[in-house]
């Protein structure tokens, strides 16, 4: 591999470089790759993944920002035609070239936009070491503390699995906390429905995720229409008598499909009212 000793990890850029042959090794198993799949990688840092990923997938397209690195990268793979280096910031560059296997040990102040980023992409299977804490909010069930809103935007769409969890020991420079793999799937089915609305009440209501459901959502619709409304909407629709953090991913769906409709009836007649009020009826 590349002069690792001679680069500096960045702390403004969250670099730990993992170091553990055999957990790297592991790390690349988690996603089985063949030499019929394109590999993303984003954050390769000294490439101890690029190097296993280049002897058994198709391509492999690694995503640096660190322009120091990216030199690196580029002067240690320059003779693996089957390895891109691409310099840039993975959650802004658009397109992306075509992938369908992800494998990455981000920096943790990462975490939460690429599972949210994972959560919006097209892929096979993503192998992602995240902060053992993080990626326990990710495995969280409804009623623990862990679970939160985090859990229900990535889980409604992604199958999380736990493969093993992985010692500070094993980067350099030592973080103050253990990581963990988890291997990341699409959901075979995925019901269909207002999405930025789902979002909307999901946000809404986890702002006071310790409540019981209807004085949360009462507070949500209230906000929104006023509480006239809002309590003429709870009274149309059917509530589990749980607290916020208690609801299921589908518990939330069903939800969100029986607001839907009077949500969009109540933002209209607002929007009547107020042109009326303004002389702008027709």
Known sequence: MGPANSHRPSKRLGQNFLLDQSVASEI??????????????????????????????????AVEKDPVLVRELRETFKDHSNVVIVEGDILKISPLPDFNKIVSTPPYYLSSKLALFLSKSKFDVAGIVFQKEFGERLLAEP????????????RRRLNVEKIREILRTSFRPRPKVDSILLRLTFQETLRKL?????EEIVRGVFTQRRRVLRGALLHFLTKKLGREVGRRILSEIALPDVRVYQLSIGQLEDLSIQLAPRLAGEITSKEQHNDRANGNDI
Do not use: M, W
């Open 194 to 198: 207002n999405e930025p609305l789902f």
């Open 28 to 61: 690349v198993s988690s996603i089985q790759p063949s030499e019929t799949d394109t590999v993303l990688e984003p954050g390769p840092g000294h490439g101890t993944l690029t190097q296993l990923l280049r002897e058994k997938a198709g391509k492999v397209i």
């Open 143 to 154: 009623g623990t503390k862990e679970y939160g809103r985090l859990t229900v935007s990535v």
